[in-house]
């Protein structure tokens, strides 16, 4: 789609499923996979970061949980 664009994660995290319960409205989902944005809306900057801080931390936390 031309109005859109996405930034994917490793499915086999549970990555997507924490940005879900982080931001219900913000973002469309599309499966375990990845995040939908649209081209006209402003980019959410703040709730960005905080996906892929967590997605670029993600084995590092994953190993403090052990």
Do not use: M, W
């Amino acid at each position: 789609k031309e109005d859109k664009y996405a930034l994917y994660f490793h499915c086999q995290t549970n990555l997507i499923s924490t940005f879900k319960e982080l931001f219900p409205k913000k973002f469309e989902f599309e499966g375990n996979r990845s995040i939908h944005l649209n081209v006209k809306d402003p980019i959410p900057n703040k709730e960005l970061k905080v996906c892929i801080s967590l997605a670029l931390t993600y084995h590092l936390n994953k190993k403090r949980k052990r």
